[in-house]
């Protein structure tokens, strides 16, 4: 019980980005100790859930209803698991549960909240191609659900203008085909064409591909919503391994300019 008196305590777990090997001891003793786990479905489906444990799966674009639905298990005195792919802290879920308790019941604000922290995707993708993320880079969604289109393409310029490493999520889905295609448009007109361009789809699960290329030659069709996609800077350096396939790393310095 928390210090304001309110029963159940509420978790955010990130479960990495799909390798069992890649959930921490602590979301896994986390989600060991949960009456109920609530969260999208394809990463509920992922875990290994006992008869006793009660499951709440959603679609992917209701997280501000998923987020209030926990608080209000956690208030009733139930202890829940929220769900997030990857980290949950970076395009997940640990932020809508804060949305929903800014803007919902005062009560909330007396539950016992913690958030654990992933292995995000673009960690996980950076790892298996050397060292992209070197020195400094950001991270952009190319999602517009929640954001115009034209805020996406203005941190696309900046982060291209700053010189920093880019990893994109949400490149592309069934139902927003162009975003990815558009978003290489702008960084060609900002960026050499010999930046190298990763492709990393499913990485960490069986069907794991992973591609690297060049600005100029990257190709749309090769991003979907399983995928992340890291742009490098004219520093990022590509090293051609023996087997034919390659390293790529930036450098930790950057020259003055």
């Known amino acids: 019980m928390s210090a304001d008196g309110i029963g159940g305590r509420l978790v955010v777990v990130g479960i990495g980005p799909g390798d069992e090997a890649m959930v921490t001891p602590q979301a896994r003793a986390a989600l060991a100790g949960a009456t109920d786990l609530v969260g999208y ?10 008869p006793e444990v009660v499951v709440h799966a959603s679609d992917n674009r209701v997280e501000l209803e998923r987020a209030r639905h926990a608080l209000g298990l956690a208030a009733s005195g139930r202890v829940v698991a929220v769900v997030s792919g ?46 992209p993320l070197g020195h400094d880079f950001c991270a952009i969604s190319l999602s517009d659900n929640l954001k115009p289109w034209e805020a996406v393409e203005r941190r696309l310029v900046a982060a291209a203008g700053a010189g920093f490493v880019m990893a994109l999520y949400n490149p592309a889905s069934s139902a927003r085909a162009w975003q990815i295609g558009r978003c290489f448009e702008v960084l060609r007109a900002a960026l050499p064409g010999e930046v ?52 790529v790393y930036t450098p930790r310095g950057v020259a003055a300019s």
């Open 86 to 131: 990857g980290d949950a802290g970076v395009f997940g879920m640990a932020s809508a549960v804060f949305e929903a308790i800014e803007q919902g019941d005062p009560a909330w604000r007396g539950l016992d909240v913690s958030v654990v922290p992933g292995i995000s995707a673009l960690l996980a993708a950076a790892a298996r191609v050397g060292a």
């Open 196 to 247: 190298p361009v990763m492709f990393a789809r499913a990485v960490s699960r069986a069907d794991e591909l992973v591609t690297v290329t060049s600005l100029s030659a990257a190709d749309p069709a090769m991003a979907d919503m399983r995928t992340l996609v890291m742009v490098g800077t004219a520093e990022t350096r590509v090293i051609a391994r023996a087997d034919g396939r390659s390293w």
């Open 41 to 50: 479905g394809p990463y509920l489906a992922r875990l290994a859930v006992g």
